[in-house]
T-cell receptor, first 113, second 113 residues
């Protein structure tokens, strides 16, 4: 079945470090891909998305490129801040044939001053 | 501001008791969803609704029930048949089921007394 696999956390970085959170997927069709962020005690917020191969989603300094050849959608940020500390979820949706999001298990990020 | 409102934020259930979690949206979205989140786990789909008066089971529907009598409302009842109900419950909506992304509420944390 369709699934998403994320790197396990927690990930601990110093402020201004480079961030990569790996995400790979398995899907029978052509999914749309998403990154969501969850701050403590809150719901999920959409961070960025990509709907077709080679699309790059970007928001708030975060980027991810939809790589069909490697079935990946890795999240990157060039310089993290303490305020980026949160749990990050990769997810996929199959659009016309899908009805909900398949989520990865989440990766916890802690950024220290 | 448009959004999704979940209430209450915290809820306690006694053994053998049914409880209902509220979810209201003013985004004029057709599709609504309920997810369950456990520590260290991704989100798992409980139920979803593509349109008023229609809903379908997700991956973990046993012990839960829903209704969709109004477009803006999608309440979730956790019944006494759900033996392990302690979790964080998230409600989401999207324009349609095939038109992602989903927007999330801030969640309800359910605990057993």
């Amino acid at each position: 079945g369709d699934s998403v696999t994320q790197m396990e956390g927690p990930v601990t970085l110093s402020e201004e470090a480079f961030l990569t959170i790996n995400c790979t997927y398995t899907a029978t069709g052509y999914p749309s891909l998403f990154w969501y962020v969850q701050y403590p005690g809150e719901g999920l917020q959409l961070l960025l998305k990509a709907t077709k191969a080679d699309d790059k989603g970007s928001n708030k300094g975060f980027e991810a490129t939809y790589r069909k050849e490697t079935t990946s959608f890795h999240l990157e940020k060039g310089s993290v801040q303490v305020s980026d500390s949160a749990v990050y979820f990769c997810a996929l949706s199959l659009g016309e044939t899908g009805y909900a999001l398949n989520f990865g298990k989440g990766t916890s990020l802690l950024v220290t001053p | 501001d448009g959004g999704i409102t979940q209430s209450p934020k915290y809820l306690f259930r006694k053994e053998g008791q049914n409880v209902t979690l509220s979810c209201e949206q003013n985004l004029n979205h057709d599709a609504m969803y309920w997810y369950r989140q456990d520590p260290g786990q991704g989100l798992r789909l409980i139920y979803y609704s593509q349109i008023v008066n229609d809903f379908q089971k997700g991956d973990i529907a046993e012990g839960y029930s829903v209704s969709r009598e109004k477009k803006e409302s999608f309440p979730l009842t956790v019944t006494s048949a759900q033996k392990n109900p302690t979790a964080f419950y998230l409600c989401a909506s999207s324009i349609t089921a095939s038109n992602q992304p989903q927007h999330f509420g801030d969640g309800t944390r359910l605990s057993i007394l």
